[in-house]
């Protein structure tokens, strides 16, 4: 299996006729995802990309097919209108593309989700795939393959670079979800790490956190106490001046805190076998399932080793 | 974004929020002229740079009498103001806040800021006013009191209470920091600030008043505030960095000779990184975005080649959805076009990477193919030391 989309995912798209909607949707019908529909205020009733209905509201698509996800291409002024209106249609997994929307915006959009059935992943973000059943993002797919390996990250190319280096070792991965670079994402590394604990399909977790906030080291203190799979980290901005916001709005050291060296202090505590080079991260996942499938086969719970040396 | 405390006090006044009368400058005469207008002395001088901790870097002074306002003001007009967050080069005074000298009774601070973690506003006191904050936090932490507001629900009369009770006010005092601290707010959240700070408020007599001010803006809500435009100070800003921004790119300047051109920002700061751990130095973080196309790598070799310590380059494109051997063609085009000299390393991985390593070794460039990212910031290193 895998987390969050899956075979019975039915997904729509707002933004579909806009240039990023409308090229995005036809590379994830080409991956064969199930598209089920489009949503742009005032183009209800044409077509999109050749097979996919349009409709003028995230309610009416819902009701004439059933979709159950959707993921938003809508420019930063609209983008929190779109979230809110997937979440008042009943839309269980919203994921967000959209980069550039205000803090405050996220601020109301994050208050309408507490107590609602509805999950957002982003904005700001590559999106979520599930090698072989669908992709809800704006990924490359075919640098990933089907496999058991988690992967969750705050950023873009990034996570691309350590998608390739695991399916290069012949690493599949179960879903790879990236939860954006903004200072208030939808999901954190504690939503999703969860998802990835209770998944019998997914066996190990790469975990790629950034300087600013505190969200990997939240996501540490439950991966010490709860966690049963091994984790490989890695942290970008190990090199970053202060004060200084590196591209991502979240990216920033402020006020001494949200440091690369406490992140990584902080997932070393919680045995998470961190690369120290963005270049190994796929080697040391590799080490690390190694070892683990060795001491799998005399009996061991899967739990990782802490004492784990290269 | 940030501006100047004279700026954020004329929008704080926009809040009805208490602050000192006072007046900008931008030379010497209408600094005098401006303090003369104030119809009394003392009058305060005080350097307008982005910079925190100006007062002790020589700043900020009271004048008594027209003569010394003159004095003042020619002595801070034009300075080098050294302060601990401008670097040692300091930053060049252009800008002067003429303001009436305040009876001071007490000094506070105060804050508000997004508290991430919670997805909600939190508020800050402290009686600490006028110290260095974060070293009131890192010595005594139980000096500042912190009042989560729910932006959903917004300030309500008891996140006043709480704040003012904290500062030890009461009687007129008090009432006059409840009404503060809710004007503090609204201006906090109309605005679309990511940041505002008053350190020091004050209490003269029974009232409470901003007698300073910092505000930073959400940079991405800066498209419903068009008049912020009119805020900016280019002065106050590394001029490769407006340039980069006029070409949509987003750079920040570092210290190092390895230039670097990356996209995607998270990959720009492994690359940093990368660079770093082979002993190398990034001269800067620079983020092409998605497309790198013959354009924006030209506009970024122009930025990254106008440091002159930069002895190398490092090109770090994952193609993605966009084909290698086009980025490639554009890394070329870009690379005659601007002349580039350095040696330029590049590292292409996604669709077609192998026809664009062809490509990048046919050129008759100084182009050096690298085949990961280890590889490449050996490459990168080594090119700056040899």
């Given amino acids: 299996m895998s987390i969050l989309l899956n075979k019975n995912t039915k997904i729509i798209v707002q933004g579909i006729t806009g240039s990023e909607g409308s090229f995005h949707s036809q590379q994830m019908l080409e991956y064969k995802t199930r598209v089920v529909g489009g949503v742009t205020p005032g183009k209800g009733g044409t077509m999109a990309n050749d097979t996919v209905p349009v409709f003028n509201s995230v309610r009416e698509a819902v009701g004439s097919t059933g979709a159950n996800a959707s993921i938003i291409f809508v420019p930063p002024p609209f983008a929190a209108d779109a979230m809110l209106e997937a979440i008042d249609s009943g839309i269980e997994l919203i994921i967000a593309i959209t980069e550039g929307v205000p803090v405050r915006d996220m ?204 | 974004m940030k501006i100047h405390e004279y700026q954020a006090k004329q929008l704080l006044a926009g809040y009805d929020v208490p602050v000192p009368k006072g007046k900008p400058a931008q030379s010497v005469d209408e600094a005098v002229r401006a303090g003369l207008d104030l119809g009394g002395f003392p009058v305060v001088v005080k350097a307008q740079i982005h910079a925190g901790g100006r007062g002790k870097g020589g700043g900020v002074k009271l004048a008594k009498n027209e003569t010394e306002l003159k004095e003042l003001a020619s002595q801070i007009f034009g300075m080098q103001l050294v302060t601990h967050q401008t670097g040692p080069a300091g930053q060049t005074v252009q800008r002067l806040l003429v303001e009436q000298g305040m009876k001071i009774d007490q000094e506070f601070y105060a804050s508000i800021l997004l508290d991430r973690a919670q997805s909600k506003d939190v508020f800050m006191v402290s009686t600490e006013g006028g110290m260095d904050i974060e070293e009131v936090a890192a010595k005594t932490p139980e000096k500042i009191v912190k009042v989560t507001i729910d932006p959903a629900s917004g300030f309500q009369p008891h996140h006043g209470r709480q704040l003012a009770f904290a500062l030890g006010l009461s009687g007129k005092s008090f009432k006059s920091a409840t009404a503060c601290f809710e004007k503090l707010y609204r201006a906090y959240r109309e605005a679309d600030c990511s940041l505002l700070e008053i350190n020091p408020l004050i209490r003269s007599g029974d009232e409470i008043i901003a007698l300073d001010a910092k505000v930073n803006f959400d940079d991405n809500a800066l498209y419903r505030h068009p008049d912020y435009d009119a805020l900016r100070d280019l002065a106050e800003e590394d001029p490769s960095e407006i340039e980069a921004s006029k070409s949509n790119l987003n750079f920040i300047k570092l210290d190092g000779n390895i230039g670097c051109m990356v996209n995607g920002a998270g990959l720009a700061m492994a690359t940093m990184d990368i660079i770093k751990l082979h002993g190398g130095e990034p001269a800067n973080f620079l983020d092409v975005g998605g497309g790198a196309n013959a354009q924006s790598v030209a506009a970024a070799f122009k930025i990254i080649l106008a440091d002159k310590n930069v002895k190398a380059v490092m090109i770090n494109i994952f193609g993605g959805i966009v084909r290698c051997d086009r980025v490639a063609a554009g890394v070329i085009e870009a690379a005659k076009s601007e002349h580039v000299t350095v040696p330029v390393i590049v590292r292409l991985e996604g669709n077609n990477a192998d026809v664009a390593a062809q490509m990048l070794r046919d050129s008759g460039l100084n182009l050096t193919v690298a085949g990961d990212l280890t590889d490449a910031a050996t490459k990168a290193c080594a090119a700056v030391k040899g």
Avoid: W
């Fill in chain 1, 107 to 310: 601020v109301t959009v994050k208050h309408a989700l507490r107590g609602s059935s509805s999950r957002l992943i982003g904005p700001n973000c590559p999106g979520i795939i599930t090698p072989g059943v669908g992709k809800m993002g704006i990924m490359p797919a075919f640098i990933h393959r089907e496999g058991k390996c988690g992967l969750i990250s705050r950023s873009g190319t990034l996570t691309y670079e350590a998608v390739k280096q695991l399916s290069d070792r012949g690493i599949g991965q179960s879903t790879c979800v990236g939860i954006g670079g903004d200072p208030i994402p939808g999901s954190n590394f504690l939503d999703i790490m969860i998802l990835f604990n209770q998944d019998p399909e997914t066996n190990a977790v790469v975990m790629i956190g950034e300087i600013g906030g505190s969200a990997e080291e939240e996501a540490a203190e439950y991966i010490k106490s709860e966690f049963k799979k091994p984790v490989v980290g890695f942290i970008a901005g190990q090199t970053a001046p202060p004060g200084r916001r590196m591209g991502h709005a979240g990216a920033i050291i402020a006020g001494g805190k949200g440091t690369a060296k406490e992140k990584v202090a902080a997932m070393e505590r919680a045995g998470i076998h961190v690369s120290k080079s963005p270049a190994d991260i796929g080697a040391t996942m590799a080490r690390v399932l190694g070892k683990v499938n060795k001491t799998d086969n005399k009996g061991h719970d899967g739990t990782h080793a802490d004492d784990y040396q290269a």
